[in-house]
């Protein structure tokens, strides 16, 4: 699943996504068009933000966090 299918599995708006993550719209945009991907320092934050674990948005950086954090 993209991070797309997770905003739109959550039911809000990007505006709330962005805010709950601390992240600009504008960043989130280029995460959606994988032109880039979301760093260790916010992808907790935006995991969060979407009810989802790290490793179903960066499995690379699922052992940083402890597994499926």
Same mark, same amino acid.
């Given at each position: 699943m993209n991070? *797309?299918?997770h905003i739109n599995d959550?039911?809000?708006s990007r505006a709330q996504i962005c805010e709950?993550?601390?992240i600009s719209r504008?960043?989130?945009s280029l995460i959606e068009k994988n032109?880039? *991907?979301v760093g260790p320092g916010k992808v907790a934050a935006l995991a969060g933000a979407l009810?989802?674990?790290v490793s179903d948005l960066r499995?690379?950086?699922a052992?940083?966090?402890?597994?499926?954090a």
């Open positions: 991070i *797309t299918e959550k039911g809000l709950q993550a601390g504008a960043y989130l032109l880039r *991907t009810g989802v674990s499995p690379d950086l052992d940083v966090f402890g597994g499926a």
